[in-house]
Nanobody
Framework: QVQLVESGGGSVLAGESLKLSCSASRDMFEICGMAWYRQGAGQARQLISTMSNDGTTWYRDAVKGRFTISQAKDKNTLNLQMDTLKPDDAAEYSC???????????????WGQGTQVTVS
């Protein structure tokens, strides 16, 4: 399954937590790795966390220490645990096989439809 389907978004108060999930393809993960992006209103999409196919993780400074990327054992689901949410975290979150914006392989160029996160 190349398609990516996110779930878990919602509306929370500042300081609360949410866990996002992305239904993905184990085969694609092993080729490309995976990533979470977000796009706030009127803002460009930004990369916030990645997991390479060897398990190495990376986080944008703005979410480091608060967000945790993980993968289910079957490698068909990518998760993003978001703790201590702030109003600035409000955005549409999407997952992708593209871990390096602008330079990812064409075969990795897939994004999900996104899930909305609202923080008030």
């Amino acid at each position: 399954q190349v398609q990516l389907v996110e779930s878990g978004g919602g509306s929370v108060l500042a300081g609360e937590s949410l866990k996002l999930s992305c239904s993905a393809s184990r085969d694609m993960f092993e080729i490309c790795g995976m990533a979470w992006y977000r796009q706030g209103a009127g803002q460009a999409r930004q990369l916030i966390s990645t997991m390479s196919n060897d398990g190495t993780t990376w986080y944008r400074d703005a979410v480091k220490g608060r967000f945790t990327i993980s993968q289910a054992k079957d490698k068909n689901t990518l998760n993003l645990q978001m703790d201590t949410l702030k109003p600035d975290d409000a955005a549409e979150y999407s997952c992708s096989y593209c871990t390096r914006p602008g330079v990812c392989q064409s075969q990795c160029h897939y994004w999900g439809q996104g899930t909305q996160v609202t923080v008030s």
